[in-house]
């Protein structure tokens, strides 16, 4: 089956980490630009950070640059979110997205919310 799963999110207060994780099953994300978005609330869906197939570019929206890191093990068939310094704002529905050429696929999300 194919699918991209998310895992790690959680309630986290203001200043903590959460690591999310997605790891690819029917696939490798070896060969895919892996790509994490976020929703919040009434929000639409945003782009947080991406990884190029090979690792080697990293982009990250201005709102999580230096807080927030992509890194990807291929042997686990896994990519990771890191996020440190986490604000309310940060508040939202993550999700990982793995696109190809025309081939893409979503993962569920995770829902990561920031309070006290």
């Known amino acids: 089956q194919v699918q991209l799963v998310e895992s790690g999110g959680g309630l986290v207060q203001p200043g903590g980490s959460l690591r999310l994780s997605c790891t690819a099953s029917?696939?490798?994300?070896?060969?895919?630009?892996m790509t994490w978005y976020r929703q919040a609330p009434g929000k639409e869906r945003e782009l947080v950070g991406s990884?190029?197939?090979?690792?080697?570019?990293?982009t990250y929206t201005d709102s999580v640059k230096g807080r927030f890191a992509i890194s990807r093990d291929n042997a686990k068939n896994t990519v990771y979110l890191q996020m440190n310094s986490l604000k309310p704002e940060d508040t939202a529905v993550y999700y990982c997205?793995?696109?190809?050429?025309?081939?893409?696929?979503w993962g569920q999300g995770t829902q990561v919310t920031v309070s006290s």
């Open positions: 990884m190029s197939t090979g690792g080697g570019s990293k």
């Open positions: 997205y793995a696109a190809r050429g025309s081939t893409e696929r």
């Open positions: 029917g696939f490798f994300i070896s060969t895919f630009a």
